[in-house]
């Protein structure tokens, strides 16, 4: 099981940014994915989660109205469109998976619901 994300940067106040994380080594179409952050001398926080069921999505308050996550199944990727940025969304975005087992909906943004973490992506929110 291997994640890779990208699409992180550097990105004015107001901006917009993409993230992607692509899957290999299993089939992602079953499986519950989420994505969080971690900022310097913060603890990771979950953000969004996708199910691989039906696709229903959960948000953090903090980024809920601003932040999309969805999936392409077909590309065994999930995306991460993240709208209207502020220099507090600043921080390393990571997506996670857990092929064996689903969540349930209190652990959908907990860290330790999900085995499979990517290498992460730098997200910088600075004029």
């Known amino acids: 099981v291997q994640l890779v994300e990208s699409g992180g940067g550097l990105v004015q106040p107001g901006g917009s940014l993409r993230l992607s994380c692509v899957a290999s080594?299993?089939?992602?179409?079953?499986?519950?994915f989420a994505w969080f952050r971690q900022a310097p001398g913060r603890e990771r926080e979950g953000i969004s989660s996708?199910?691989?069921?039906?696709?229903?999505?959960m948000y953090a308050a903090s980024v809920k109205g601003r932040f999309t996550i969805s999936r392409d199944d077909a590309k065994n990727t999930v995306y991460l469109q993240m709208n209207s940025l502020k220099p507090e969304d600043t921080a390393i975005y990571y997506c996670?998976?857990?092929?064996?087992?689903?969540?349930?909906?209190?652990?959908?943004?907990?860290?330790?619901?999900?085995?499979?973490w990517g290498q992460g992506t730098q997200v910088t929110v600075s004029s």
């Open positions: 996708i199910y691989g069921s039906d696709s229903s999505t």
């Open positions: 080594g299993f089939s992602p179409e079953y499986y519950t």
């Open positions: 996670a998976t857990n092929p064996v087992w689903t969540p349930p909906p209190g652990g959908l943004l907990l860290p330790g619901s999900y085995d499979y």
